[in-house]
């Protein structure tokens, strides 16, 4: 039967618009334009059913759901479909007990779900916090905006099984106790690039020990942005970001900017801004506020910031080897351990033939040698860069 109550003035061309008559009734229903009539297609008690239905009905097209609590019983899925999934600020109860409340993947080619968008929820886990939020799997141009997601397990995961990933984007999320802001995963292909992935405008409370703002494990993302990105910490034990060990670049020519990590736990005993790998990261302005064990933990050497005033590493200054001495020990007030292959030295002085070395740096100061004592003192200048 056609539809005369619903609104004809939304904004978008919508081949479908769910609605939930009355919120406290589980009963949802799904009409679709033919013509100038519009007609209710699918309903029923069973939201993600209804939902699926819609979705499976369409190779591309919108569907829009209207303002209400939705409760799911499993992933609403697109798959292979070029899907934009709307809303005005729909509650999305998942009370599956792992899986997420949306998926978006392709299973031959990422052009499948090129386009599609999921845009305008709030996403609820269930009592145990252990499902997920939104799964992105093997696609290219997917976007995922302005939701709200919390209590679930991870809230969103970048995923890569048959192919990589491509050109996907994160813009205003918000995620208020998740074990995993962002995560992403390589699903053992071997196809561990994500290129181009956007992620602007994130937000996470952190509220359980064990948590990760973004996790990247042996994963690559090259020419992508990560920008404005921010932790706040109100457990222990947790990182804000987590570079796992990789055995290639984990952001190749890549932009890791504005991104800040805020404590409010007092007495810390493991709480990190973030954990570096085996491979190098430039972050642009990162910045750390209130007490964590450390700001940066793991290979401390391989984070290298500007314009990060928390964290030095870059100095210089001048030593002075006194007569009669053959050594000076420096404190160089960097925020690594340095690496004496990275330390240089100016003599501002004749050193007479005498030659210089380095030794025994640690995490507060180094040595600076001279191969013999002389009867006067000398000045020596270092840099680190």
């Known amino acids: ?48 059913t209804v939902i699926q239905n819609a979705i499976d009905a369409l190779d591309a097209g919108g569907i829009f759901m209207k303002y209400a609590p ?48 999921i845009k305008g929820f709030q996403i609820n886990g269930n009592a145990s916090k252990a499902n997920n939020g939104v799964l992105i799997q093997d696609a290219i141009r997917v976007t995922l905006e302005d939701i709200d997601i919390a209590n679930t397990n991870i809230a969103v995961e970048l995923k890569n099984v048959t192919s990589w990933s491509e050109a996907n984007i994160l813009r205003n999320i918000y995620v208020s106790d998740a074990l995993y802001g962002v995560k992403f995963t390589d699903g053992g292909s071997g196809h561990q690039s994500f290129d181009l992935t956007n992620i602007n405008h994130f937000i996470m409370n952190i509220y359980r020990s064990g948590a990760y703002g973004l996790y990247m494990a042996d ?30 670049p984990q952001m190749i020519n890549a932009f890791l900017g504005c991104v800040g990590f805020e404590s409010f736990v007092t007495t810390p005993t493991a709480l990190y801004g973030i954990r570096m790998g085996s491979q190098p990261i430039y972050p642009y302005k990162a910045y750390f506020v209130g007490s964590f064990t450390s700001y940066v933990t793991g290979t401390t050497n391989n984070f290298i910031p500007t314009n990060c005033p928390q964290w030095v590493n870059k100095n210089n200054g001048t030593g002075t080897i006194t007569a009669g001495n053959t050594y000076v020990d420096v404190t160089h007030n960097l925020s ?26 640690n995490s507060t100061s180094f040595r600076i040698n001279i191969s013999s004592s002389d009867t006067v003192n000398h000045n020596i200048g270092w840099s680190y860069d």
């Open 1 to 48: 039967m056609p539809c005369m109550g619903l609104s004809k003035c939304i904004p978008y061309p919508y081949s479908y618009i769910i609605q939930k008559p009355d919120p406290n009734v589980e009963w949802y229903e799904a009409y679709r334009d033919i013509g100038n009539k519009r007609y209710r297609q699918f309903q029923g008690s069973d939201a993600k």
């Open 70 to 117: 939705y409760n799911f019983s499993d992933s609403a899925v697109i798959q292979d479909k070029k899907i934009k999934l709307w809303s005005d600020g729909a509650i999305i109860n998942n009370n599956h007990a792992t899986n997420p409340a949306f998926i978006i993947r392709s299973t031959s080619s990422f052009w499948d779900v090129e386009g599609s968008v």
């Open 219 to 248: 994963s690559h993302m090259n020419r992508g942005v990560i920008n404005n990105f921010t932790t706040w910490h109100h457990a222990d034990s947790c990182y804000g970001f987590y570079f796992a060990d990789s055995t290639q």
């Open 336 to 361: 690594i351990t340095p690496d004496i292959t990275r330390i240089s030295l100016i003599p501002k002085d004749n050193l007479n033939g005498k030659y210089l070395w380095i030794s025994g740096s």
